[in-house]
């Protein structure tokens, strides 16, 4: 018999007939689920097994829980976008969304509140910041927030970048990395931001450029270079680090 405490009412849902359905949706009754983080994962579950009444009810108490968050309410949308899998959220939205009129609007909600976050300048400030920290755990944190804000992370990891200071060496090659993996993403940003009047950013610029060397949407960077590397009044610093990426990509073609 399906445990109460899994959908918390007697004359609640029933419970589905396929056995599998009954064993998922029967684990969701220990420990009862009464965070807002664990509502959803238990709507998750729930439409994932197309116990769409069941779902319903837990997703029911997730809005609850959210309206009662007062002034807390953006910081736990953005906390349940953030922790949350992209891929659950679109399986949730699709699938009991077709059930229940108010998924759709939340899970929209919650993924703007995180994405918003992740866009706030002095957040992103403090995580490039971090990415210098002793502690492993603070890096990695740190890490995993810069990366999941993708190309709002740019002007900071810009700013890491173009920093000489020997203490943050070790967050300078973090934040390579971080550009690295951005990929083409990060391309089409970077030059335009090359192309702007902002030449005291060149530098930092051109270190982004440099780390994604190695991707073939960034065969062609050297070619944009060229105006940094040659033209007179462009800062020292900027000018020579556009010379050695030049010279560096002209070693490469050669050994290849």
């Known amino acids: 018999m399906l445990a109460a405490s899994a959908i918390d009412a007697a004359d609640g849902p029933q419970p589905p007939a396929d056995p599998l359905a009954r064993a998922v949706i029967e684990s969701l009754a220990f420990p009862p689920r009464t965070t807002p983080a664990s509502l959803l994962d238990a709507a998750i579950r729930a439409a994932d097994v197309e116990a769409y009444d069941i779902a319903s009810r837990?997703?029911?108490?997730?809005?609850?829980?959210?309206?009662?968050?007062?002034?807390?309410?953006?910081?736990?949308?953005?906390?349940?976008?953030?922790?949350?899998?992209?891929?659950?959220?679109?399986r949730l939205e699709r699938m009991l969304g077709e059930h229940d009129e108010a998924v759709r609007p939340l899970v929209q909600v919650l993924r703007q509140?995180?994405?918003?976050?992740?866009?706030?300048?002095?957040?992103?400030?403090?995580?490039?910041?971090?990415?210098?920290?002793?502690?492993?755990?603070?890096?990695?944190?740190a890490m995993d927030r810069l990366a999941r804000a993708g190309v709002d992370a740019l002007p900071v990891l810009v700013?890491?970048?173009?920093?000489?200071?020997?203490?943050?060496?070790?967050?300078?090659?973090?934040?390579?990395?971080?550009?690295r993996r951005l990929g083409a993403e990060a391309r089409q940003p970077l030059l335009a931001w090359l192309g702007s009047d902002d030449v005291q950013h060149w530098p930092g610029i051109i270190e982004a450029l440099?780390?994604?060397?190695?991707?073939?949407?960034s065969a062609d960077v050297a070619e944009?270079?060229?105006a940094?590397?040659?033209?007179?009044?462009?800062?020292?610093?900027?000018?020579?680090?556009?010379?050695?990426?030049r010279s560096e990509e002209h070693t490469s073609e050669l050994q290849s």
Request: proline residues 6%; hydrophobic residues 40%.
């Open 58 to 90: 837990y997703f029911s108490r997730l809005v609850e829980a959210v309206d009662k968050a007062g002034d807390g309410r953006l910081d736990l949308l953005a906390d349940l976008g953030d922790a949350a899998d992209p891929a659950d959220l679109r």
């Open 210 to 217: 440099a780390a994604g060397l190695g991707d073939p949407a």
């Open 159 to 179: 700013d890491l970048l173009q920093d000489e200071e020997p203490s943050r060496r070790r967050a300078r090659q973090l934040a390579r990395e971080l550009v």
């Open 113 to 141: 509140a995180a994405r918003e976050r992740r866009r706030d300048p002095e957040r992103l400030k403090r995580d490039a910041d971090d990415l210098a920290s002793d502690t492993h755990a603070t890096r990695a944190a």
């Open 228 to 245: 940094p590397a040659l033209v007179t009044d462009v800062p020292p610093a900027a000018r020579d680090r556009a010379s050695g990426v």
């Open 224 to 226: 944009y270079l060229l």
